[in-house]
């Protein structure tokens, strides 16, 4: 699967994320989830260079239902960190497992479960 570009990533991720929660707009039945499930039909089935119009209604779709951070995060990206590696312990955080989102996790016990490719995050080293 194609990595995508840094807006539709972050998307991808976020889409991945609210997939993934017990509660919200994406939990419920209805055509923001029937939506959501499409598109990530369309990544799992590697057309995700397909996707952005449908992320545009998505993302539209929740703006009208009163989700103001549509599908952005809601906190912002965290900066690069110069000067890791050499002499300091490796830094490890959970990605996407097939390079298409930008989602990234904080290391814990548990693995989380990317709920658009239904597969664990992968472990990934961060370098600078």
Known sequence: MASQ??????????????????????AAAGPMRDLALRIAAAIRDE???AVSDDLDALEDLLLRAGYTA??????????????IGGG???LTVFACPA?????????????????ILDRPLRRMPLTS
């Open 5 to 26: 570009d840094g807006h539709e990533g972050i998307r991808v991720g976020q889409l991945c994320v609210r997939l993934a929660e017990q509660r919200g707009p994406l």
């Open 47 to 49: 057309a995700s260079a």
């Open 70 to 83: 549509g599908l952005s995060p809601s906190r912002t990206p965290a900066p690069d960190l110069p000067g």
């Open 88 to 90: 300091h312990p490796q």
């Open 99 to 115: 390079h298409a989102c930008l989602r990234v996790e904080p290391p814990d016990d548990d693995v989380p479960l990317c709920r």
